[in-house]
């Protein structure tokens, strides 16, 4: 998903890209993993 390298001034806003990148793998993953579970009902 790329995000080989950040380019921003100043360390929290590296930080809160690494954040954002990092939220937005781990939701694609999960639709990858969830995409096929049609009729399992979702954990809560």
């Known amino acids: 998903m790329g995000g080989?390298?950040?380019r921003t001034i100043?360390?929290?806003r590296?930080?809160?890209k690494s954040?954002?990148?990092n939220l937005?793998?781990?939701l694609m993953?999960?639709?990858q993993l969830?995409?096929?579970r049609e009729g399992v009902p979702?954990?809560?």
């Open 10 to 12: 100043g360390l929290a």
């Open 19 to 21: 954040g954002l990148m």
């Open 29 to 31: 993953r999960y639709l």
């Open 24 to 26: 937005t793998y781990n």
């Open 4 to 6: 080989k390298f950040i």
């Open 14 to 16: 590296a930080k809160l």
């Open 42 to 44: 979702a954990v809560a």
């Open 34 to 36: 969830t995409k096929d």
